[in-house]
């Protein structure tokens, strides 16, 4: 990755189709996107390989796709409707209210603020004269829970008030029984998960980083107690080399950060997360690993009555099993791969993802799009790949220009078709990455792709 910008990144996100603001047209609605046409190509090969690694490559995983809607106790057992709230502060003469942790970080206070007490904030914020970024004296900070509400049913009062889901995972908990039960599962064992969450989020900047509806990825993996530290270290490896190995970031790019005592939930043995550095944001969390005890399970026994213990059939004992929890925000991973990817050379643009990734696998050219013998061959051509792989069309001005716009959109291979080809059967590939080409037969171009 070189130094780039937010701005840049935006900009090409929007200008190539990756990433709309949502209700455009009405002038934007705050941190809300809409992935366009190649952005949405780029989040199924992201899940994809998500899930080939946490999932598909592994015996002890399964996976479930959870409903948004769930039933209102549920967030008063995961201590959302209670706890799940950021402190704010308020701008005395514009009104405007910002996260009082950030504003505290981001004066260079202190590295990370996000378990001090509302006590301790006004503390901080009295001893360092602390203003608002338009320079106002700030008010005293009080919480601001993030739970989105609405209602269900014919009325619309306290008996129907429902959650969209603060956090994606706690159909993983609700169903963990289930699951285990139906696919006869001994510990220890997985449930991945990638489904929305909503969160009202008062201060919203930096593209997709913090959005108020996004996606998380979680694996959940429940265990016995007495094995619980050493599937910890066993997912936090799990997860360095997802990002370093799967996803093929840079180092230098990522990086653990450990909870503050303070900042740590108060059931959780150990929690870090893994962060990324997003440009002039610097490194900022993609993913959570906790250690989270059987907190999540006990919580759901008190709360719904049901026992949700697991019988050891080797010692016969009975227990909550323990969970560590990975969960990634998948905004927060697309991102980083625009970051990650993103090269400026002297004379173009290009997004160097990994063929796995990248939304076109190839790109069909005729060298000339007024000679009907090229254009008819290369379409048989662009049809015969277009069978197995996400294949771009393009026959518009000349050929360098063709190659920048695909360079710009992370297209691997471009197939061009030309006066050889009618001769031998043989066409150019041209790689992306270090702009060479060479010749290749059309009966092999299937195989080229599938060994990418
Ligand atoms: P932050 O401190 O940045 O608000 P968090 O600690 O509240 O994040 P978690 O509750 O641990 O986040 O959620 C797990 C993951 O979900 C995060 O690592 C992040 O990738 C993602 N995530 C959380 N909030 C948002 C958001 N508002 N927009 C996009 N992704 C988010």
Redesign the pocket.
């Known amino acids: 990755m070189q130094n780039v910008s937010m701005e840049k990144i935006v900009s090409l996100a929007k200008r190539r189709g990756f990433v709309f603001p949502s209700s455009e047209i009405y002038g934007g609605f705050a941190a809300t996107y809409d992935f366009g046409p190649l952005g949405f190509l780029l989040k199924k090969n992201i899940e994809k390989a998500w899930r080939r690694w946490n999932v598909e490559s592994r015996t002890d995983m399964v996976e479930i796709e959870g409903a948004i809607f769930m039933h209102p106790r549920v967030w008063e057992a995961s201590g959302h409707v209670g706890g799940f709230a950021d402190t704010l502060v308020e701008d005395l003469v514009t009104h405007k209210r910002y996260r009082a942790d950030h504003l505290i970080e981001e004066a260079g206070i202190m590295a990370s603020a996000?378990g001090l007490s509302l006590q301790e904030i006004n503390d901080v914020i009295e001893a360092n004269k602390l203003k608002s970024p338009d320079g106002n004296p700030l008010s005293k900070s009080k919480k601001f829970n993030q739970l989105v509400k609405t209602h269900l049913g014919a009325t619309e009062d306290d008996t129907t008030l429902v959650y969209l889901k603060g956090?994606s995972c706690q159909n993983i908990y609700l169903d963990y029984k289930m699951v285990q039960e139906t696919m006869r599962l001994k510990l220890p064992f997985g449930i991945a998960q990638i489904g929305k969450?909503f969160?009202n989020?008062i201060t919203v900047k930096n593209f997709?980083?913090?959005?108020?509806e996004?996606e998380?990825m979680d694996v959940q993996y429940f265990c016995r107690p007495k094995d619980a530290g050493g599937y910890y270290d066993e997912w936090k490896k799990n997860r360095w080399d997802f990002y370093t190995q799967c996803m093929g970031f840079d180092k230098a790019n990522v990086r653990w950060r450990q909870h503050e005592k303070n900042e740590k939930a108060f059931y959780a043995t150990d929690a870090w997360?893994i962060e990324y550095k997003f440009g002039e944001l610097d490194f900022?969390?993609?993913?959570?690993v906790h250690h989270r005890g059987s907190y999540d399970l006990d919580q759901h026994a008190k709360f719904s009555g049901k026992d949700l213990s697991y019988l050891d059939e080797e010692t016969g004992e009975r227990f909550n099993p323990y969970i560590i929890e990975c969960?990634?925000?998948f905004?927060?991973?697309f991102l980083a791969c625009l970051f990650e990817f993103y090269r400026e050379e002297e004379d173009r643009t290009v997004l160097s993802f990994p063929a796995k990734l990248a939304p076109y696998k190839a790109a069909v050219f005729p060298l000339l799009r007024n000679k009907p013998d090229l254009v008819a061959r290369a379409k048989s051509i662009f049809d015969l790949l277009r069978a197995e792989h996400m294949v771009a069309w393009d026959d518009r001005g000349n050929i360098g220009k063709r190659y920048y716009a695909q360079d710009e959109i992370g297209t691997p291979f471009c197939i061009t078709v030309d006066f050889q080809t009618l001769d031998d059967d043989t066409v150019t590939v041209r790689d992306r990455d270090t702009a060479t080409q060479k010749r290749v037969a059309v009966g092999e171009l299937a195989d080229f792709l599938r060994q990418r």
Do not use: I, M
């Open positions: 996000g956090e969450a969160r989020e997709l980083f913090r959005t108020r996004f998380q997360d900022k969390e993609v993913e959570g969960s990634g925000g905004n927060r991973l």
